[in-house]
């Protein structure tokens, strides 16, 4: 046998075994992963190159209104509007970035075709007001930040030309009317420097003016009542000035009567409240009848209260100083009880026969409004005639014709008997007198 037989020849390899040892083996990635997926990465927030490319767009649509509305539409698909919505409003109003204050930044390039370089006219800054409708309309997410524009503007107003705050206050005027932002802007010029400068107050007359040419007063009251803006007008004066009268000369003196007489009589319900408060706190304490009465009477001179303001106050006063039972047949006893310890008081401010009547739309309109109270009605209204608070005539006059529409067929046909009972007392009275004569 040759030495090469001696040597042993390798035997079968074991697949399974040979793959175990190399999945063992596998190496293992170590270190810092560098490498970031596309999504995690955060650009940089460089508003330079979104400015030059708007102020290129209005560069080239220049005067025409229906061709920036256009460009604007088209270079939403394109520019990241709602990163840069701050910087975007701010080259369509100012024409370039505004920097704290409201000064134009110097270091970009500014155009000339913006708000402030527009025309200084209602009819082109409804035109503008149009591009800005347009615009937030297509990109529904622009109008959170567009209200929020108006209202760093707002507090810019120092910073801008007495032509430029004009435009300002005519085009954010037509936008309240549109109903494009909320009258909760207001609460910029309520900032004590623009106040005390007296900004605040010129700024409101270019404002109101324009809101009212486009919508009337009441619609006007309503918007600010909204958001509780109804209330807090006088506060675009300096606290020194900050009176009803003062409120009124101003306006009236500016053109604005209509906004005028809405301070006049949002004073005067802020009085009504506070007086029908101190009333319930006086009954509630139990103070004397006299002593409520005399408060009222010189409460109705002071703040030039008709009696028929002060009967409604009353009422509402005393139905609301009692916690009344649930149960029909019990809440009538309490109330008669109750009107009939405070009769001197309805009696004294009933010496009209409108108050009268007044009083009795006012138990109307209570009886309806509190379910346990419908049967109640013709029993409280009986009470009053024969404690002189209501006279017969009174009592006629609104059951023929005078009564609300509200539960007006169960209160009239509980009054029917006690009607025909006047009325045949009124006709005896008449014959009697005639006899005598």
Not at 135 to 145: A, M, N, P
Not at 290 to 296: N, P
Not at 337 to 361: D, R
């Amino acid at each position: 046998m040759s030495c090469l037989g001696l040597i042993r020849r390798p035997g079968p390899i074991c697949v399974e075994s040979f793959m175990s040892n190399q999945r063992q083996q596998k190496p293992t990635l170590t270190g810092q992963r560098f490498k970031t997926r596309k999504r995690d990465e955060k650009e940089r927030f460089d508003p330079t190159q979104f400015q030059e490319t708007i102020v290129q767009g209005l560069n080239q649509s220049g005067t025409d209104l229906e061709a920036v509305a256009k460009f604007l539409d088209a270079s939403g698909a394109k520019l990241d509007y709602r990163r840069y919505a701050e910087t975007l409003f701010d080259i369509l109003v100012a024409g370039g970035m505004l920097a704290p204050g409201g000064t134009l930044s110097d270091d970009m390039t500014c155009t000339e075709f913006c708000l402030f370089k527009a025309q200084e006219d209602m009819e082109t800054m409804q035109a503008y007001a149009q591009v800005f409708n347009k615009l937030i309309r297509r990109y529904k997410y622009l109008e959170k930040g567009f209200e929020e524009e108006i209202k760093k503007l707002l507090l810019f107003l120092k910073g801008f030309t007495e032509s430029e705050r004009n435009k300002l206050a005519m085009l954010t005027g037509i936008l309240l009317a549109n109903g494009n932002i909320s009258a909760s802007i207001l609460n910029s010029l309520f900032n004590e420097n623009l106040v005390k400068e007296g900004v605040s107050a010129s700024f409101a007359v270019k404002l109101f003016k324009s809101w009212l040419s486009e919508k009337d007063i009441n619609s006007v009251a309503a918007s600010l009542r909204k958001v509780g803006m109804d209330n807090r007008l006088m506060e675009l004066f300096p606290a020194n000035k900050r009176s009803c009268d003062h409120f009124c000369k101003y306006f009236t003196d500016a053109g604005l009567k209509e906004l005028s007489d809405f301070g006049r009589n949002q004073q005067s319900i802020g009085a009504r409240k506070e007086l029908q408060k101190e009333l319930q706190e006086q009954m509630l304490r139990g103070e004397p009848i006299k002593d409520i009465i005399a408060y009222s009477r010189e409460e109705l001179k002071k703040n030039n209260i008709s009696e028929q303001t002060m009967i409604g106050l009353i009422w509402a006063s005393l139905m609301s100083t009692v916690e009344w039972n649930k149960k029909e047949e019990l809440v009538t006893e309490q109330a008669i009880k109750h009107l009939k310890q405070y009769s001197p008081l309805l009696s004294a401010f009933t010496s009209q026969g409108l108050s009268e009547v007044t009083l009795l739309l006012k138990i109307q309109e209570y009886c309806y409004d509190n379910i346990h109270f419908m049967k109640a009605f013709q029993k409280i209204v009986v009470l009053l005639y024969k404690a002189d608070v209501l006279s017969e005539g009174a009592i006629l006059k609104w059951y023929n014709d005078a009564h609300l529409a509200k539960g007006k067929s169960v209160f009239l046909e509980q009054m029917k008997a006690f009607v025909e009972w006047l009325k045949n007392a009124e006709e005896e009275s008449e014959s009697e007198e005639e006899e005598a004569d």
